[in-house]
């Protein structure tokens, strides 16, 4: 197979049980780089089974993590990954074939969807699908933002959407997920009042609302069954935890 000039970067703790599945998905790029922040598992092992090179790193936050993953790569393309994730072959073929002639301009970047799976089933509608995620991108024109959390690439140019989709093939728990998301809602709200941001009622009672009218009614979240139901209500209570979490922190704050 002819390797492509792309680094594809995975940013690893703990992934060793799903971690080959999604490297599988990357061959066609000329380095394969894992950062790893200090696995205790065969995480490493897999990766250089995989033919990976590993770089170990203490954690960093979840976006000046990644932004140090693309700071080693020996190319300036690089498609961002976690490792619960895995390109489709629609999506392996459009990236081989868009950079067959050579390498883009610079200044473009690629947007391509992402399927999520929640408790058991493929989503394809409201905030499962197509949740646009920007992860090809020349390092010289883009970063990772600094985001504790929910980071983005940011990228100076244009960007171009491909079609294929990666494939966020989530095992966790219902338990997991709800325990992830609140850890997410509270370094979300940690940021808001580090901006100096102020909270209000109407924050807590509209952010919610207009989540949900958007994903499941506007985009047909309810197409997803329960399934659909229980992803779109645990977000609408995030948009909801999320400020009232500020809020608290604010007021502790003022009290002192």
């Not at 509608?125 to 985001?147: A, K, M």
């Not at 952010?207 to 659909?228: A, C, I, T």
Request: proline fraction near 4%; charge should be neutral; hydrophobic fraction near 40%.
């Amino acid at each position: 197979m002819r390797r492509l000039p792309i680094s594809g970067v995975i940013i690893t703790l703990n992934e060793a049980h799903r971690l080959e599945a999604c490297l599988a998905t990357l061959q066609f790029c000329q380095e394969i780089l894992v950062v790893d922040s200090g696995s205790n598992d065969q995480t490493v092992a897999v990766a250089e089974a995989s033919g990976a090179r590993v770089v170990v790193q203490s954690w960093l936050g979840y976006g000046a993590q990644k932004q140090f993953a693309i700071d080693q790569a020996q190319n300036d393309w690089v498609l961002c990954l976690d490792a619960d994730e895995q390109l489709e072959e629609a999506l392996q073929q459009e990236i081989i074939e868009r950079f067959s002639q050579g390498s883009p301009e610079p200044g473009v970047a690629f947007e391509m969807p992402r399927r999520n799976r929640f408790m058991g089933r493929w989503l394809n509608h409201g905030e499962g699908y197509p949740d646009p995620n920007l992860r090809l991108f020349n390092r010289q024109q883009g970063r990772w933002s600094q985001d504790p959390v929910h980071e983005h690439v940011t990228v100076d140019g244009t960007v171009e959407r491909l079609r294929g989709a990666i494939r966020h093939q989530s095992e966790e728990s219902l338990e997991h997920y709800l325990a992830k998301q609140n850890r997410y809602t509270t370094l979300q709200a940690k940021r808001l009042v580090a901006q100096g941001k102020k909270v209000g009622l109407t924050k807590l009672l509209i952010s919610p609302l207009l989540r949900f009218l958007k994903f499941y009614l506007l985009r047909l979240g309810f197409l997803d069954g329960l399934p659909g139901l229980v992803h779109i209500s645990i977000g609408c209570m995030n948009s909801h935890l999320k400020y009232a979490k500020a809020w608290a922190m604010q007021q502790r704050a003022a009290e002192k």
